[in-house]
């Protein structure tokens, strides 16, 4: 057993996702006992980790989430620090909303009619990839909630969702940004659900609901409308959260955005595949980017009670901490897990015990992510719109740096003058 006094807090700022695998290399095993901003912790690796941290009579997650994370990331009172029926009943509202094949589909749509209406207005500029899609993203999603914007309005959601998910894992300028952002959406999405609710006075600011938009059966309406477990509504200022936090993880896709181009750059293979193989290959291809690059270091909980994994003992309320970035790349989980190669998928969908970017368990009822299908479907259509992109790529710094989270590359991936190639017209392949 793998015992240590030693705060690794600095450590993780300095080494960014190579700190929990290389904390446990060093070990030699797969738990070892660390402290973090002060509380005993525990890392974990491996499958029977991801089982055991994902069994809610282990790990539970309310108090766990420092206060920094919450007032950037996630927000006070959301569904990600709730356990037992409390997250149940929140769960099965963002399971309505996100995992029916109707919804899924509505917001993959409207991202390719954003997409298709912005390309247009790139040829012939040198445009930031990064930047670009997030407008895209934003303009879609707060479309589909029901929060229609114009264009100018949605690049400012945007960078303020870009920055709540930039700042919320440093110290410093990029954090008090994440925290602004954050304070600055939350006000104007409650201001929203309170119209909704008919209140308070018609919402102003960049989410004012149309009432020729379908409101009452729209996200907006149904998080305005929803009702916990004891039958009250949510406060204002929690439902606001809560339809930040599908806004913010939709608008961050403009990282995986980022990275696929990264791909395409590297291997231009990979492109051409794209183009002629159709759905089943840019769904691999989606699978293979939430994989391959860094985007989730670990996921933490709190220990349930006194518990032991391995020959590890974790003492009740310790911090339990599941390796992602690392579990991603073991060469006993992957074979050849430093390439990427979207052919590991083809022809079957991953374990789910194995892919973990967005949690491990049952998404309707636990704690994996119930977007993920919307994040598949939209990283198979920007996979797709990509590839039939034609651009140049002037000299820029294209490294991804370990240490920095979230990283991309560092320069947001710049194009040349992109357009839609012939062959394709800017549309989307047939899925």
Known sequence: ????????????????????????RRAGTDAVRTRLTGRPAVLIHGREAVRFFYDEQHVLRRGALPGPVLDTLFGRGAVHGLDGSEHRARKRLFASLLMSAEGVAALTGRFEAAWADA??????????LFDEVGTVLARAVCDWVGLPVPDDAAREIAEDCIAMVD????PGSRHWRARHARRRQEEALARAVLDVRGAGPHADGPFAPSRHHGVDRSALAAVARHREADGTLLPPHTAAVELLNIVRPTVALAWYTAFAAHALHRDPAQRDRLRTAGFPYARAFAHELRRFYPFV????????????????DIPAESLVLLDVYGHHHDPELWERPNRF???????????????????????????RCPGEDITLALL????????????????QDL??????????????FVMDDPRPSRSHAGRIAAR
């Open 1 to 24: 057993m793998h015992r240590t006094k030693v705060d690794s807090t600095v450590f993780l700022l300095a080494e960014g996702y190579t700190w929990a695998p290389g904390l446990l």
């Open 380 to 395: 198979t259509a920007i996979a797709q719109t990509l590839a039939h992109l034609d651009f140049g790529v002037p000299q």
């Open 399 to 412: 490294s991804i740096p370990l240490h920095r989270i979230p990283t991309r590359p560092r320069s947001g």
């Open 167 to 170: 700042g919320f894992a440093t």
């Open 341 to 367: 190669d979207p052919g590991r998928f083809l022809g079957h969908e991953p374990d789910p015990a194995a892919l973990i970017p967005q949690g491990a368990g049952d998404a309707r009822t636990g704690h």
């Open 119 to 128: 390309v247009p207005g790139w040829a012939g500029r040198r445009v930031v």
């Open 297 to 312: 270091p670990f996921v933490g909980g709190l220990a349930a009670r006194d518990l032991r994994f391995g020959d590890v």
